[in-house]
């Protein structure tokens, strides 16, 4: 079983940066795969960054890449999402998600946050 806790989130004017972070429970964090999804209102979920288990390998959605960038810190258990440059259609819930294997989590991840709130203000 994991635990996922985001933080972070806020209001940011366009152009600027945040870091979101997601700490995990469970001894086994470090074997999953861990990703970032965000939803509008309105909108569907979807896929924003994901890192595997040793950090090696990493993907981003095409409307962020270049932009944001995953990391994970295996002796905090934890993963951050770095946001740069941000947007006002980068306002989204912002939902942490853990999946056994970096295939999966894209599409079906194990384990979801709560989520935090990003406000980008043009």
């Known amino acids: 079983q994991v635990q996922l806790v985001e933080s972070g989130g806020g209001l940011v004017q366009a152009g600027g940066s945040l870091r979101l972070s997601c700490a995990a429970s469970?001894?086994?964090?470090?074997?999953?795969?861990m990703g970032w999804f965000r939803q509008a209102p309105g909108k569907e979920r979807e896929f924003v960054a994901a890192i595997s288990w040793n950090g090696v390998s990493s993907s981003y959605g095409n409307s962020v890449a270049g932009r944001f960038t995953i990391s994970r810190d295996t002796a905090k258990n934890t993963v951050y999402l770095q946001m740069n440059s941000l947007k006002p259609e980068d306002t989204a819930g912002y939902y942490c998600a853990a999946a056994g294997n970096f295939v999966n989590i894209r599409t079906i991840p194990d384990y979801w946050g709560q989520g935090t709130q990003v406000t980008v203000s043009s």
């Open positions: 469970g001894r086994t964090f470090n074997s999953y795969a």
